[in-house]
Antibody
């Protein structure tokens, strides 16, 4: 059974930093792209970032470019999101997601963690 | 690429057939997924590649469409189907989601 467990969330002041972790199990972590998706309280889903299998390819939504860094440790079956220069608008539940289902040239996000709340407030 | 879902919310009864539409601002070659999200839970993948049912998802869910216009249909609503539904494209970066459609019990 695929399991993704996020950790590292909490309350941080504007301008501060936080590092989220996602522990993966139940699948061959090193062979799948991984994503972060966030959801501000009471609002919709927003894709944040993705990383390929070997960590050499990354993509980010414009609103976090230069502030957030995605990384992974395949030996530890873990995904990370380093968040710097945090803003009030970064407040959200952050989900780690594995893109395992493949068809027609695309991997779809079919497994999700339970989410972790990040609150940016003074 | 922007995705616009309609309606933003709808009320329906158990047993009804409902359709949610997702329109892309440009063609996305069928790289579209549909998710269901219940309060306090992570999204669940229902449909991928516009029309392929994810394993374990009931057959009352179906997806169709191509180019810029896509639909999610639920035939014979069940009590557990009342939730928020999102479309998502994977055609190009950045990946985006629709704003969501909240399905409520009438």
């Amino acid at each position: 059974e695929v399991q993704l467990v996020e950790s590292g969330g909490g309350l941080v002041q504007p301008g501060g930093s936080l590092r989220l972790s996602c522990a993966a199990s139940g699948f061959t972590f090193s062979t799948y792209w991984m994503h972060w998706v966030r959801q501000p309280p009471g609002k919709g889903l927003v894709w944040v970032s993705r990383m390929n299998t070997d960590g050499h390819t990354t993509d980010y939504v414009d609103s976090v470019k230069g502030r957030f860094t995605i990384s992974r440790d395949n030996a530890k079956n873990s995904l990370y999101l380093q968040m710097n220069s945090l803003r009030v608008e970064d407040t959200a539940i952050y989900y780690c997601s594995a893109a395992i289902t493949y068809t027609g040239g695309r991997y779809y996000l079919d497994s999700w963690g339970q989410g972790i709340l990040v609150t940016v407030s003074s | 690429i922007q995705l616009t879902q309609s309606p933003s919310s709808l009320s329906a009864s158990v047993g009804d057939r409902v359709t949610i539409t997702c329109r892309a601002s440009q063609g996305i070659s069928g790289y579209l997924a549909w998710y269901q999200q219940k309060p306090g839970k992570a999204p669940d993948l229902l449909i991928y590649a516009a029309s392929t049912l994810q394993s374990g998802v009931p057959s009352r869910f179906s997806g169709s469409g191509s180019g810029t216009d896509f639909t999610l249909t639920i035939s014979g609503l069940q009590p557990e189907d009342f939730a928020t539904y999102y479309c998502q494209h994977l055609d190009s970066m950045p990946i985006t989601f629709g704003q969501g459609t909240r399905l409520e019990i009438k």
